[in-house]
């Protein structure tokens, strides 16, 4: 093989969506969000269990640069699967993500999870400006008793 034919492809290292969306070696998985919408009804949560290091963290990133209103951008999803559902789209960027990764919070020796930990990195997760939001909308937001939104979490 000649030498200029050869083509190196860069992997990124982060587990971010945004990292990845743009890269050749990138394997859209955003159908499976439009499988998992079709299965969800209102309350229902759903439980990945994966082995480690089979893409879990990168499709929580996915799915939370898609639905954050503070992450996601138009332009990370048009070529994607996930924006050819209309409902979805008109749902993209529109929800308070909170994402928390439960890993460094287990302490192994005895074996429970450190929520003075958990506390500290749910603070970190809500936005300067989480609360301004929230009575700026007030009265929608206490109205609407079944108002949406999404939790991520992450063991391993």
């Known amino acids: 093989m000649h030498s200029s034919m050869r083509r190196i492809i860069t992997i990124p290292t982060s587990q971010s969506y945004k990292a990845w969306y743009n890269e ?32 879990k963290s990168l499709f929580l990133s996915t799915i939370k640069h898609f639905f954050d209103e ?32 439960l890993k460094p919070l287990y302490n192994r020796d005895t074996k429970k999870i450190e929520f003075d930990r958990l506390r500290i990195q749910i603070c970190k997760e809500i936005p300067n400006d989480f ?26």
């Open 70 to 101: 503070n992450l996601f951008k138009e332009e990370y999803f048009q070529n994607k699967a996930i924006w050819k559902d209309e409902e979805l789209r008109q749902k993209a960027g529109t929800y308070f993500v909170m994402s928390l990764d």
């Open 24 to 55: 050749d070696c990138y394997i859209d998985k955003t159908q499976i969000i439009l499988e998992m919408k079709s299965s969800l009804k209102e309350g229902s949560a759903l439980f990945f269990a994966r082995p480690r290091r089979r893409g």
């Open 131 to 156: 609360y301004e939001k929230i009575f700026q909308k007030q009265k929608p937001f206490f109205e609407n008793q079944h108002q949406e939104s999404i939790s991520l979490l992450k063991e391993q």
